[in-house]
């Protein structure tokens, strides 16, 4: 998408708003996730909401208000 608008294929603002959409969805699977993983019990048996994708050393916390 960033290669055609280089060249001149697609509108800036319109990828713009696209890549914004895209880190919107990503921040309410995440929040989501974070939702879950306090409201269940992490004391309890089988309980597997890790992931490798929130919880990889390379995700930055967006929020520290815990």
């Given amino acids: 998408m960033l290669a055609e608008t280089a060249v001149g294929r697609i509108e ?4 713009q708003h696209y890549l ?5 969805v ?6 989501s996730w974070r939702m879950l993983y306090h ?3 992490p004391l309890k ?3 597997a ?3 490798e994708v929130y ?4 995700r930055e916390d967006e929020d520290d208000d815990d």
């Fill in 20 to 24: 914004e959409s895209m880190r919107w």
């Fill in 55 to 58: 919880e990889g050393p390379d």
């Fill in 39 to 41: 409201l269940v019990d």
């Fill in 12 to 15: 800036p603002d319109a990828v």
């Fill in 26 to 31: 990503d921040r309410i699977g995440y929040h």
């Fill in 45 to 47: 048996e089988g309980v």
């Fill in 49 to 51: 909401l890790a992931s």
